[in-house]
DNA sequence: TAGATTGTTAATCGATTAACAATC
DNA sequence: TAGATTGTTAATCGATTAACAATC
């Protein structure tokens, strides 16, 4: 099966809404009440829902428990993915302290950074490593996952030992883009970038 | 003048690239050089640089002043477009700090939280203000741009603020999705799918 | 010149939206 | 039934890539 990748983007937000939603006590909903809570189209969420093969029980919307479950066979692994964070600074705490605990099958198991003072330590609930003994502990724990928040000069290197240690997918944070080897999966966010584009807008906005 | 939304990104990063490499001595940099850099292809950073209708000295490669100049040009507004952080957390600690003194033409001029302990202080060299009050300072510190990093729940409740106070930029952190006027712009970064979209490709790596 | 590089058009790919028959 | 809703095909839009003439 070979999924538009906005739409596996999108079916984790639905994921996510349905899980919200079901908790007021209804069992069903119709695609365009799906659309409004996430400002898209009905249209949208149909053809989304087609790519799963799912059907809804007609005129009366989607089964909310099904279509949960639908995505998480499509999205989820069978095991949980572990996840490591390289780099505890205000933003890989953000990330550690936000997610612990938020998604079962997806676990940050370990962080990593240079400072002794927090090497040692447990952050968030979870155990700080030095980048150092990268590879050994990301073998030994079996991560999967990097997440890079080092500073922009230490991003490459530090990719490079993930990609020695087996992991398969990177999240980069920082604001160098990365090249990494075909196998491993990089999504990039770069903050810099998305707010001076949201600037650009700003000014065309008032010009 | 109308760019493709992705130009704009690309053209962020062309710059912060090339404020790099100049740094290193070289004067003219080859489209196939700055590509590489950006692990892109040279046709579309070629492309890119038609929309903004430079033209480089043929054969020895761009002047990377003149681009830089030229890219300043398009982004950049004449004053500096000022920006407020609502929520300062790690995450947005993160990003004031890592923005302060960044960027010219883009200033974190005021950050808010609902915290009495944050609130009068300085966080990053900005001074936290009540969340109370952020229509009216936002106002009155003529603040364009609003970046929400609050818990969830309050999301949509500080972009309505915002956007009364006369914000014509959000940038959404949360997890939820927001719903804005149609003269504000709004970019969301949502890193739970982010994640979990990594997630999926290794899962299918693996299998 | 020959080779390298650019600027631009045309072709392709991917994603969204419009249109509508089928269903309850 | 009439109205609301779905599932799907076709059309459109936007972005990337291929191809290539022009330039130094």
């Known amino acids: 099966m070979k999924l538009p990748e906005k739409t596996i983007e999108r079916l984790s937000q639905y994921r996510r809404t349905l899980l919200n939603f079901s908790a007021n006590g209804r069992t069903h909903i119709f695609s365009h009440e799906l659309a409004a809570l996430l400002n898209i189209t009905a249209v949208q969420v149909r053809r989304d829902i087609m790519f799963l093969g799912y059907t809804s029980m007609q005129r009366k919307g989607y089964d909310i428990k099904e279509l949960i ?65 990268l590879e050994e502990v990301a073998k030994d724990m079996n991560i999967s996952i990097g997440v890079i928040t080092v500073p922009p000069e230490h991003a490459a290197e530090v990719a490079e030992k993930l990609t020695q240690a087996g992991v398969k997918g990177i999240m980069n944070f920082t604001t160098v883009p990365l090249n990494v080897a075909s196998d491993v999966y990089l999504e990039e966010f770069d903050m810099v970038t998305s707010l001076e584009k949201v600037a650009y807008f700003v000014k065309k906005q008032k010009g």
Chains 1, 2 share one sequence.
Do not use: M
Not at 102 to 113: C, G, H, N, S
């Open 69 to 133: 479950d639908v995505i998480a066979t499509l999205l989820d692994d069978n095991e949980v993915i572990n996840v490591g964070v390289v780099g505890i600074g205000h933003l890989g705490t953000a990330i550690t302290a936000y997610f612990k605990g938020k998604r079962a099958k997806l676990d940050i198991v370990a962080v990593f950074d240079i400072d002794p003072d927090k090497i040692g330590s447990v952050i968030a609930g979870v155990s700080c490593f030095s980048i150092s003994q």
